[in-house]
């Protein structure tokens, strides 16, 4: 697998309605990791948000990288004991390897994030 990267994105915290109103940057992956948080690979501004009690942070909280769809089912199917979205584009997120991850399936890819403090485990127990 290639070497976990660090990723800089941005927490937004917002009632679902909010989030679900947002216009995303352009490219940006919006991974909801709660009815009223998403973390999205891109910057965003509270001015984009619209809610007034929103609360928007840079994340520097995790590591990453893009492996091509057949490596990641291959590792993922070896080291994940859920069962894995069929549907492309997706978001899941548990554990893998025994470590907690977050997953984008892309239709040709999958972008793994690994909280950074599990970087180095995560890179041991999966080749």
Request: proline share 4%; aromatic share 4%.
């Given at each position: 697998?290639?070497?976990?990267?660090?990723?800089?994105?941005t927490r937004v915290v917002a009632t679902p309605a909010a989030l679900d109103a947002v216009s995303w940057p352009m490219g940006a992956i919006v991974l909801r990791v709660a009815p009223d948080e998403a973390l999205v690979t891109a910057e965003v501004t509270t001015?984009?948000?619209p809610d007034p009690?929103?609360?928007v942070e840079r994340e520097t909280g995790f590591?990453?990288?893009?492996?091509?769809s057949r490596r990641a089912l291959e590792l993922l199917e070896q080291f994940c004991t859920w069962e894995l979205p069929h549907a492309r584009p997706a978001f899941?997120?548990?554990a893998v390897a025994g470590l907690p991850v977050k997953l984008w399936f892309d239709a040709d890819r999958v972008l793994i994030l690994v909280p950074a403090p599990f970087a180095t485990d995560f890179a041991e127990r999966v080749p």
């Open positions: 697998m290639r070497a976990l990267e660090p990723i800089v994105c001015a984009t948000v009690h929103a609360i590591v990453a990288a893009w492996v091509e899941a997120q548990g």
